[in-house]
């Protein structure tokens, strides 16, 4: 359980809103936020994968 950071109310961790005043609780934005981390991650080894090619494409 976490406290809603609106009305301060107990919201269980794995609802997506508050049942108390419906305003989007923490589990959300935990989500939201593992959700860009794996989306940077994903342009960081794409990145890494290019520079790969490039290191082995290009003539030394
Ligand atoms: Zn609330």
Redesign the pocket.
């Known amino acids: 359980m976490v406290k ?1 950071l ?2 301060g ?1 107990e ?1 269980p961790d794995d609802s997506a809103h ?1 049942p ?4 989007v609780s923490h589990f959300q934005r935990k989500g939201y936020r593992a959700g860009a981390r794996r989306r940077f991650l994903f342009w960081f080894i794409l990145l890494v994968l290019f520079s790969f090619f490039m290191a082995f494409w290009l003539p030394r």
């Open positions: 809603c609106y009305c109310k919201v508050c108390h005043c419906g305003a």
